[in-house]
């Protein structure tokens, strides 16, 4: 359980931790694996999500992706991809979360994964809330805990001192 305090100073920027969907690079599933893959180099991001119909969130590519499908043991060619879609190398079972997502989840999602995609029910994206915007939020509340609170040991700690201390 996160305490009140810690809670409130986390999420006192919450509204910028979402980047909203018309800000993220994204590909379409049926898009050639190629197009995938210039849309992966130009962004410059490892990984994106993958939209299908009605903007409706299925999956994410990474560069990996591609890239494994380029390569044998000797040799990395294009000509793998020719014939494939972004839907061939997908991963399609990456966790998500919805608009009134909860602390708790977010951080703990976020060990594993650099973004997290915002979903409605519907599965409409809505944008992606990253580690770098959480790491923020985390940064500014060791800062500013004990400069906005007071902050004591709980009662046992304190006796614990105490006894090391005599």
Same mark, same amino acid.
């Given at each position: 359980?996160?305490?009140?305090?810690?809670?409130? +100073?986390?999420?006192?920027?919450?509204?910028?931790? =979402? /980047?909203?969907?018309? *800000? @993220?690079? $994204?590909? %379409?599933?049926?898009?050639?694996?190629?197009?995938?893959?210039?849309?992966?180099?130009?962004?410059?991001?490892?990984?994106?999500?993958? +939209?299908?119909?009605?903007?409706?969130?299925?999956? =994410? /590519?990474?560069?990996? *992706? @591609?890239? $494994?499908? %380029?390569?044998?043991?000797?040799?990395?060619?294009?000509?793998?991809?020719?014939?494939?879609?972004?839907?061939?190398?997908?991963?399609?079972?990456?966790?998500?979360?919805?608009?009134?997502?909860?602390?708790?989840?977010?951080?703990?999602?976020?060990?594993?994964?650099?973004?997290?995609?915002?979903?409605?029910?519907?599965?409409?994206?809505?944008?992606?809330?990253?580690?770098?915007?959480?790491?923020?939020?985390?940064?500014?509340?060791?800062?500013?805990?004990?400069?906005?609170?007071?902050?004591?040991?709980?009662?046992?700690?304190?006796?614990?001192?105490?006894?090391?201390?005599?």
């Amino acid at each position: 359980m996160i305490g009140p305090i810690v809670r409130e +100073l986390l999420l006192q920027n919450q509204e910028t931790f =979402l /980047v909203p969907a018309e *800000n @993220v690079a $994204n590909v %379409m599933y049926q898009h050639p694996l190629s197009h995938g893959l210039l849309v992966l180099s130009k962004v410059g991001y490892t990984k994106i999500p993958v +939209l299908g119909k009605d903007d409706r969130f299925v999956g =994410l /590519v990474s560069l990996s *992706n @591609v890239v $494994n499908k %380029m390569m044998d043991l000797q040799t990395i060619s294009m000509e793998p991809l020719e014939g494939l879609t972004v839907a061939d190398v997908m991963e399609t079972d990456v966790p998500t979360i919805d608009e009134h997502w909860d602390l708790e989840e977010v951080l703990h999602l976020l060990v594993d994964a650099s973004f997290l995609p915002v979903v409605t029910e519907d599965k409409v994206f809505k944008g992606i809330i990253t580690r770098k915007e959480l790491l923020k939020a985390v940064n500014y509340m060791v800062h500013e805990l004990e400069r906005q609170n007071i902050v004591s040991p709980k009662i046992d700690e304190l006796r614990e001192r105490i006894d090391i201390v005599s």
